[in-house]
């Protein structure tokens, strides 16, 4: 399918509808700044311009796709980090819903991943290599996995991004389940739509004195299993 026309402005400030618009935007506008970095002298693709970004979530979107994972939840398994990031990008570009889980590597991660998992139920499970190829060991630590289906990041790199359909672009279609980190009780979640992750960056933005001129509408948060996050996203989630 052709890419279509952006439904929005950085430069003159009209709404855009999803933060993956907002990467394609950035990918045509100013291809060779780089966006992220990491002190990693192992990785050869580093640091990451907004161009390749682009190209990586999209192969991560195309694939995602394929295995019909879209206005699902898919649950990442990845450290924080680059890989973390295009896949996030990945998700938003698939028009799937993503819920970042900590790679059980000790056992306070292995909890949390095991309650979140309960609580959320994911159809899928997208990781890194390593990880897909301990997913027998993985699905049973972590019995809500199980019927999961796995998907290798890596098979991205076969596939072709001219294969990838732009999802319906709805600002108030769920893209993220976020977690609290569930130290003291089991991890609490909460919908969030796109409009209330632009939302949410653009408040960011102004904290930090940044000048994006990115307008990002309203924001919206929806309840999941009994938790609601505020409209204004300024108090605590609270039990509905």
């Given at each position: 399918?052709?890419?279509?026309?952006?439904?929005?402005?950085?430069?003159?400030?009209?709404?855009?509808?999803?933060?993956?618009?907002?990467?394609e935007i950035r990918a045509d506008r100013?291809?060779?700044r780089v966006v992220l970095s990491a002190f990693d002298p192992a990785r050869t693709d580093v640091p990451l311009t907004y161009a390749r970004l682009l190209r990586r979530a999209l192969r991560v979107a195309t694939l995602l796709q394929e295995v019909r994972a879209s206005r699902k939840p898919v649950l990442l398994l990845f450290p924080a980090g680059l890989d973390h990031a295009i896949a996030l990008f990945g998700c938003l570009g698939a028009g799937a819903i993503a819920v970042s889980a900590p790679t059980?590597?000790?056992?306070?991660?292995?909890a949390r991943l095991r309650g979140l998992a309960r609580d959320c139920a994911p159809p899928f499970v997208l990781c890194s290599h390593a990880l897909y190829e301990r997913r027998a060991a993985?699905?049973?630590?972590?019995?809500a996995l199980a019927t999961a289906h796995w998907v290798d990041v890596g098979d991205a790199r076969a596939v072709s991004p001219s294969h990838w359909i732009r999802p319906v672009g709805d600002p108030h279609a769920v893209c993220l389940l976020h977690y609290s980190a569930g130290t003291t009780a089991e991890p609490k979640g909460?919908?969030?739509?796109?409009?209330?992750?632009?939302?949410?960056?653009?408040?960011?933005?102004?904290?930090?004195?940044?000048?994006t001129g990115v307008d990002t509408g309203s924001a919206g948060c929806r309840p999941i299993r009994g938790w609601?996050?505020?409209?204004?996203?300024?108090?605590?989630?609270?039990?509905t």
């Open positions: 399918m052709s890419r279509q026309a952006h439904p929005g402005s950085v430069a003159t400030g009209h709404a855009i509808g999803t933060l993956f618009d907002l990467l100013t291809p060779e059980p590597d000790t056992p306070e991660r292995l993985l699905t049973a630590a972590v019995p909460a919908m969030i739509d796109h409009a209330g992750l632009l939302a949410s960056l653009q408040r960011l933005e102004q904290a930090l004195g940044l000048r609601v996050c505020s409209r204004d996203c300024s108090r605590r989630c609270t039990r």
